[in-house]
């Protein structure tokens, strides 16, 4: 037995892994679980642009909001690489060519609160997984609030005035454009980032999420 596996099942017995999704020990995400994120299904909101597809993987319930929420504010950076495989087959359903990913934006104090960004971070892997590049254009600036509690007015209020486009960081002009968010609730930080890019001159195809509130 080498080193590295008697260090990690030392490890596992003073640690043990447990599934994010139901807590079954012995494996991060248990395939029971994993079935929760499926084919990518059409997401409606009042406030999307006209004409924009919206798409999202798994519902924001049970074992995929567990795993997102781990993911995102419990340090389960190992589950970034299953929403990055779930998103990327769904854009071989939906989009097989190449394209380029511009993931989300969050908040800088919340980005350093998690060890970075998480939806750049799940782009990344995604783009390894699928024909792809990642362009980081959006910026949310200081005084954006959390978003966890908000109605729709106030998301959109609170996104107005804070969200900003980097012209350097763009995608290449006419080049096809899919943005990545984590979780779909009322549609403002999809709407506010499409409109955003679009008034930039990008052409953004679609919006992917990894759940949505349904």
């Known amino acids: ?17 447990r599934c994010a999704g139901c807590s079954r020990p012995g494996t991060p995400w248990c395939p ?32 995929a909001r567990r795993a997102v929420l781990a993911a995102k504010e419990r340090g389960r950076r190992d589950l970034l690489a299953v929403l990055a495989v779930a998103l990327a087959a769904a854009l071989h359903r939906l989009f097989p060519g190449p394209l380029w990913l511009v993931p989300a934006p969050s908040r800088g104090a919340a980005s350093r609160r998690r060890g970075g960004p998480h939806m750049t971070a799940i782009a990344e892997r995604v783009a390894r997984l699928h024909p792809a590049r990642v362009a980081h254009p959006l ?13 729709a007015a106030d998301r959109a209020e609170n996104l107005r005035g804070h969200l900003t486009v980097l012209p350097g960081a763009l995608p290449p002009p006419r080049a ?12 403002a930080t999809a709407a506010a980032c499409t409109r955003a890019l679009r008034g930039a001159g990008t052409r953004v195809r679609a919006v992917l999420a990894c759940t949505a509130v349904v």
């Open 1 to 17: 037995m080498t080193f590295d596996m008697t260090f990690g099942a030392v490890l596992d017995l003073l640690l043990p892994r």
């Open 32 to 63: 029971d679980c994993a079935s929760c994120f499926a084919a990518p299904f059409p997401v409606r909101r009042p406030g999307l642009p006209p004409g924009l597809p919206v798409f999202a993987v798994g519902a924001y319930r049970g074992a």
């Open 139 to 151: 910026r949310l600036t200081r005084g954006a609030r959390d978003s966890v509690g908000l109605g």
């Open 176 to 187: 096809p454009v899919v943005l990545l968010d984590d979780v779909i609730t009322t549609g």
